[in-house]
């Protein structure tokens, strides 16, 4: 089981029950904090008005999906994270990878895409809007954006930073470019590439939100907006516990898929 | 017959590595290279190699301008350097990738039993001790039956102990295929137990300082009486060469 854990891949474990257990230490924390808030209102030492219990935010989102908006909601946003993910990482993967093997590439594109890195995403908003209109496809674009740069980033400095002595021995061996890269540079860069993707996907979700509130009839966003229009903090809750659960819930998909491609890796083990 | 005609390397930084050597080493013989750091001993492996290019001169192998990495040279760095996310078979599996799966297999057990390590195919590099995984190296180096086997001080970073016991297994491999061996060393011991001949270098700019060949019977004892002669021999050279030029004729001036 231990390849399906979050951040030490290569870590060894006893049997399924102490991965439970170790996984169970992780929910101590938003459980606790759940369990007190609920409590503290219970016993009337706070006002849950403005902040709702944990109950009435579980309920609302019972409500949500038992009406069927739920679920329409989460697909729609879902679609927008993963199309954007998808357009981001794969034009991410492919400048990174030219401008980090290619150093008249990397000459050519770097200062202007480092240039564009520091625009803030958002501040494209109007311009995609013009663009591209107010429907899916500014939105996706957004995400993509968003999604872009660091995996950009992390594979070009990968690359760069690959050693040179392991790519001496593929010399000696006469590999071919294709080989370079199959068989020495591709695995040598995966653990920051793969990290990347962890934090652009982390950035898709943070910018699906930003793309929802420029106007969107669906959606997670959609429900943020809605919620603080009517005056309803337990639907903004919703959403956001909503948006916890499915960015978790990919990141850990992600990391997992991972975790046997990154099996070999001599890393520092944390003290149990 | 490996042939070093005038063989020179100027880096860009305008540091004349290697001047004009000449040097030829004949098949299965052993050389051992000596010389402290800076006297071009590590550059002139890897213009053998062909990882670098000389800026004159030229070397060859039996005829073939040796310009780029070729099938017929081994190297063994200073460091393993095996790939991490390779297990143990498949790093020494490495340099005879173009052969049938069924034959690959069979020569890299055979590989990895020579250098005692049958039982670790399946292992990860990270799971190896540094002698181990030198091993391994050296398996991968000899699996493809190179003629020539390049070894840069293969064994500086062992500790004493394994250091000698690889020097000896290092023989026994090479009793195998007999390769023509050049063994860069700053380790007078290490060439006296292993080479035929050794080549004593001297830095600024590099060149041969001094040829010999020590009729030392073999096995060689590392306490042997004419073996420690040669030693000292040989360690008075190293010193002379190490010193800046001129240095010699300044001591009878200093004594005054």
């Not at chain 1, 759940?34 to 609302?60: F, M, N, Q, Y």
């Not at chain 2, 050389?31 to 004159?56: N, Q, Y």
């Not at chain 2, 590392?222 to 420690?228: I, T, Y």
């Amino acid at each position: 089981m231990s390849e399906f854990q979050d951040i030490a891949p290569a870590a060894k474990s006893g049997g399924g029950f102490r991965w439970l257990g170790r996984s169970a230490l992780g929910l101590i924390l938003p459980l606790g904090l759940a369990l007190g808030w609920e409590a503290a209102v219970a016993l009337h030492w706070a006002d849950g008005r403005l902040l709702p219990t944990p109950s009435k935010v579980i309920a609302t989102l019972w409500l949500l999906g038992l009406d069927g908006t739920l679920p329409g909601h989460l697909l729609a946003t879902l679609q927008r994270v993963v199309l954007g993910f998808a357009f981001g990482v794969t034009a991410g993967t492919i400048f990174g990878a030219v401008s980090g093997y290619w150093s008249l590439a990397r000459r050519l594109l770097d200062p202007t895409l480092q240039a564009l890195r520091n625009i803030p995403s958002i501040a494209w908003v109007p311009m995609f809007i013009l663009w591209f209109g107010i429907f899916e496809t500014s939105k996706v674009i957004l995400i993509a954006v968003g999604v872009f740069f660091p995996i950009y980033l992390a594979l070009s400095g990968a690359i760069l930073d690959v050693d040179r002595k392991l790519v001496e021995v593929g010399r000696i061996f006469r590999f071919s470019h294709r080989e370079m890269i199959t068989r020495i540079l591709l695995p040598a860069t995966l653990p920051s590439y793969i990290l990347s993707l962890r934090a652009g996907l982390g950035l898709g979700w943070m910018f699906v939100v930003a793309a929802e509130f420029m106007g969107a009839e669906e959606g997670l966003g959609f429900l943020l907006v809605d919620g603080q229009q009517t005056g309803r903090p337990a639907t903004i809750l919703a959403a956001i516990t909503a948006f916890a659960i499915m960015g978790k819930t990919t990141d850990w998909l992600l990391a997992s898929l991972s975790a046997r491609a990154l099996r070999w890796q001599d890393s520092f083990k944390p003290v149990e | 017959m490996l042939d070093l005609i005038n063989l020179s390397k100027r880096y860009p930084n305008g540091h004349l590595a290697l001047a004009g050597l000449d040097l030829s080493v004949r098949p299965g013989e052993i050389l051992g290279i000596v010389g402290g750091s800076g006297c071009g001993k590590s550059t002139l492996l890897r213009l053998i190699s062909g990882l670098d290019g000389p800026s004159s001169g030229s070397a060859s192998l039996d005829g073939t301008p040796l310009t780029e990495p070729r099938p017929e040279i081994g190297m063994v760095f200073q460091e393993p350097r095996l790939m991490p996310w390779l297990t143990i078979d498949q790093n020494v599996g490495f340099g005879i990738r173009h052969l049938p799966a069924a034959e690959q297999k069979s020569r890299i057990g055979e590989a990895l039993a020579r250098v005692g390590l049958a039982g670790y195919a399946g292992h990860w590099p990270r799971e190896l001790s540094g002698g181990q995984a030198q091993r391994v190296a050296l398996a991968r180096a000899l699996v493809g039956r190179p003629q020539v086997l390049l070894l840069d001080e293969p064994f500086s970073a062992l500790d004493a102990l394994t250091r000698s016991d690889l020097q000896d297994h290092l023989l026994d491999l090479w009793q195998y295929d007999r390769p023509t061996m050049i063994l860069v060393t700053h380790d007078i011991e290490e060439a006296l137990v292993l080479a035929d001949r050794i080549v004593v270098m001297q830095p600024n700019p590099g060149r041969i300082r001094v040829e010999v060949t020590p009729p030392l019977a073999r096995p060689r004892d590392r306490l042997d009486h004419e073996f420690l002669a040669w030693k000292y021999r040989l360690l008075a050279e190293l010193d002379h060469a190490s010193r800046p030029p001129g240095a010699e004729e300044l001591s009878p001036a200093a004594a005054i």
